[in-house]
């Protein structure tokens, strides 16, 4: 990698391209009406995934960038999960019919902070509801910290056969500076009990430029991970925004790494996990060779979604809970955030749908564009142009941003192919937003493209 480049790109805020448009276009064009309207017409041949929203944590972690809140009675937590059977019946009904499913995710919040026979009795609704096929992947996200042995046979008995830990980093001092204090043992032992429990997928998320973190502590960090040898990493860079996450305000940005630290730091948790035998996918992801997505990153069907790089090639993604995102052929819809006006409006017999974005054949040109981008660092212009109807020289002219990352060597441009540079690739968003549309870097609504 080059430091000269992360100086003159890194300080740019960017979008992480997991969806195009992105998610601050969405506007309340797109109602819950249309939303029923979108869901009504999914076509009979396609398969859907699903991702289902918890938006509720033991203890708030101060470098968060999720919708969550902290509950720390069952109550509250018991009612949104009624709230959820809910929504899938409302959503089931719009539909008309029942769909196959090959992708479920639960994401957060921390979705294990629901009671055992809660999360049981959530899983056979959708089953109801769904036809979930066989060899569907059905994921949820976990804090170490918190999951009790209750609820890892739970996730067994539920069909659960990925789960992503939350690690972020085993350095004591970045873990006091960032509020979650989470030791190697707790973690070895979830591990440990998940594959005992049948559950063999185990995904590990960290992160770099948070307060006192160093290259040394990343490096230490990574070391512990391997000793459990998890399938996949997730490393993902720590995107500093109290004005729009107030907590994070507890974070003193004095200890925060500049661009260049955040740089190196990336660079040695990239190199120790290809050193240990893993392979890069995309921007932030890594995995085994013998993974399901390091196949499909070796046979450009990787994908990227609002859970980042993943192997659902799925068109339709139904999101349920307070502030969950769907897509759907026509374009995006977006639940409101607010957890409790997101209840009552189920509870009243309504989706929740507030915004969302239709799709025009120029954003699912340039969607279909910037995806192969994220995914196989390049693109064939030519042969995405064609798919759409249209001529890549045109699609170019559009892009004026690309003429600068030419020139500084990040993208090496062949007649039609594009290529993102070996030694550059830590770029791949600047490179995605040269054909970015709607792109309004003024306004800072990003986190930072190093």
């Not at 009990?193 to 230490?220: H, K, M």
């Not at 305000?249 to 260049?260: M, Q, V, W, Y």
């Not at 993208?411 to 594009?418: A, F, H, M, R, Y």
């Amino acid at each position: 990698m080059r430091t000269d480049l992360a100086v003159a790109y890194g300080e740019e805020r960017l979008p992480r391209y997991t969806s195009y448009p992105t998610a601050p276009h969405f506007s309340p064009a797109v109602s819950p009406n249309i939303y029923a309207k979108w869901l009504a017409e999914i076509p009979t041949n396609v398969s859907a995934s699903l991702y289902l929203h918890v938006p509720f944590c033991r203890k708030m972690c101060w470098y968060c960038g999720c919708h969550t809140q902290v509950a720390r009675r069952e109550d509250p937590v018991a009612a949104y999960q009624a709230v959820l059977l809910r929504e899938i019946g409302l959503v089931a009904e719009a539909i008309g019919r029942r769909i196959k499913v090959e992708h479920i995710h639960f994401g957060g919040g921390t979705p294990t902070i629901m009671a055992p026979d809660a999360f049981t009795e959530l899983m056979a609704a959708i089953r109801r509801a769904f036809f979930v096929l066989p060899q569907a992947e059905i994921a949820i996200e976990i804090d170490p910290r918190t999951l009790t042995p209750d609820m890892t046979d739970a996730l067994a008995l539920a069909g659960i056969n990925r789960a992503s830990l939350g690690v972020q980093s085993f350095d004591p001092a970045v873990q006091v500076a960032i509020n979650r204090v989470q030791s190697f043992a707790q973690t070895k032992k979830v591990t440990e009990d998940l594959r005992r429990a049948g559950i063999e997928g185990v995904n590990f998320d960290l992160i770099y430029g948070l307060p006192f973190q160093t290259v040394a502590s990343c490096i230490d960090t990574v070391k512990r991970c391997l000793e459990l040898r998890p399938d996949r990493f997730s490393v993902f860079g720590y995107a500093h925004v109290p004005s729009f996450k107030k907590h994070q305000r507890k974070i003193d940005e004095a200890h925060l790494p500049d661009t260049l630290a955040r740089h190196d730091q990336s660079c040695a948790i990239a190199n120790a996990l290809k050193e240990a035998g893993y392979v890069q996918i995309g921007l932030d992801h890594f995995a085994l060779p013998d993974d399901p997505m390091a196949a499909a990153f070796r046979e450009h069907r990787l994908q990227r979604n609002f859970q980042g790089y993943t192997t659902d090639a799925s068109e339709v993604l139904i999101g349920f809970g307070a502030s969950a995102i769907g897509h759907l052929p026509q374009g995006y819809v977006q639940n409101d955030v607010r957890t409790d006006v997101y209840s009552q409006t189920i509870g009243a017999g309504s989706l929740a749908t507030v915004k969302g974005y239709a799709l025009t054949d120029d954003d699912r040109l340039r969607a279909d564009i910037i995806e192969r981008i994220m995914c196989d660092f390049g693109v064939d212009l030519g042969a995405v142009c064609a798919r759409h109807g249209t001529a890549s020289d045109a699609m170019l002219k559009s892009a004026p941003r690309l003429k600068n990352l030419i020139s500084d060597g990040v993208v090496e441009l062949s007649g039609d192919q594009l290529a993102v540079a070996r030694d550059s690739r830590f770029l791949l968003r600047s490179v995605a937003a040269a054909f970015d549309a709607h792109l309004d870097t003024a306004k800072q609504l990003h986190s930072r493209a190093v």
